[in-house]
């Protein structure tokens, strides 16, 4: 039960916002009581620190297995928006705003761990692509990968619409490829480009 929980609460905190579901309207939407809730989480808040917890393994269980499938570094990063796009499109409002605006300490843990896991992925790709022939082999990787988790990050902090964040970070991920990618990562990027509209 407590699992079934976790599930519906997250579902609905991702469609409909993280302040506006309410105990009440989760026990609702499962035909359950309020109290078989407050059984397995003492308040809203412990509920939702435990859905962004499933939220963020299941997005690093689902980037292992593209990072698996051994595609070139660039292909590799379209892969992971597309699943971000999959995963959000039900999405109203922006998780992380939200969680930023009404749960802050909640925010701040969730996105020391994100950064540290984007680390890691970013660099990796970076690496991947250098070897590939598709980035650049001069450049600082560290400076880059910053450069680039400050700015996702801060697409997600300050952008309220979950589908204008998904258009900019597609923006983002062409401008952060553009400045590291040798001219046949150029070609690349543009093929991806293209595919992803599709």
């Given at each position: 039960?407590?699992?079934?929980?976790?599930?519906?609460?997250t579902?609905?905190?991702?469609?409909l916002g993280?302040?506006?579901?309410t105990?009440?309207?989760?026990?609702g939407?499962?035909?359950?009581s309020?109290k078989?809730?407050?059984?397995?989480?003492?308040?809203?808040?412990v509920?939702?620190a435990?859905?962004?917890?499933?939220?963020?393994?299941k997005?690093?269980?689902?980037?292992g297995?593209?990072v698996?499938?051994?595609?070139?570094?660039?292909?590799?990063?379209?892969?992971?928006k597309?699943?971000?796009?999959?995963?959000f499109?039900?999405?109203?409002?922006?998780?992380?705003?939200?969680?930023?605006?009404?749960?802050?300490?909640i925010?701040e843990?969730?996105?020391?761990?994100?950064?540290?896991?984007?680390?890691?992925?970013?660099?990796?790709?970076?690496?991947?692509?250098?070897?590939?022939?598709?980035?650049?082999?001069n450049?600082d990787i560290k400076t880059f990968?910053?450069?680039?988790?400050?700015?996702?990050?801060?697409l997600?902090?300050?952008?309220?619409?979950?589908?204008?964040?998904?258009?900019?970070?597609?923006?983002?991920?062409?401008?952060?490829?553009?400045?590291?990618?040798?001219?046949?990562?150029?070609?690349?990027?543009?093929?991806?480009?293209?595919?992803?509209?599709?």
């Open positions: 039960m407590q699992e079934k929980i976790i599930r519906k609460a579902e609905m905190f991702l469609k993280f302040k506006s579901v105990m009440d309207d989760i026990a939407e499962m035909c359950i309020k078989t809730i407050y059984k397995y989480f003492t308040n809203k808040e509920l939702i435990e859905g962004t917890a499933i939220i963020h393994n997005i690093q269980q689902i980037i297995e593209i698996a499938k051994n595609l070139n570094a660039i292909e590799e990063n379209f892969e992971i597309k699943m971000f796009r999959e995963m499109k039900s999405a109203d409002h922006s998780p992380i705003y939200q969680l930023k605006r009404y749960y802050p300490e925010h843990k969730l996105i020391a761990t994100e950064i540290e896991d984007c680390t890691t992925i970013f660099d990796e790709n970076i690496q991947k692509g250098i070897k590939q022939g598709l980035y650049r082999e450049i990968v910053k450069f680039y988790y400050t700015l996702i990050f801060s997600h902090e300050t952008t309220q619409r979950e589908n204008e964040i998904l258009k900019l970070e597609i923006q983002a991920l062409e401008y952060h490829t553009r400045a590291i990618a040798t001219a046949e990562g150029i070609i690349e990027l543009e093929k991806q480009l293209l595919n992803y509209n599709i």
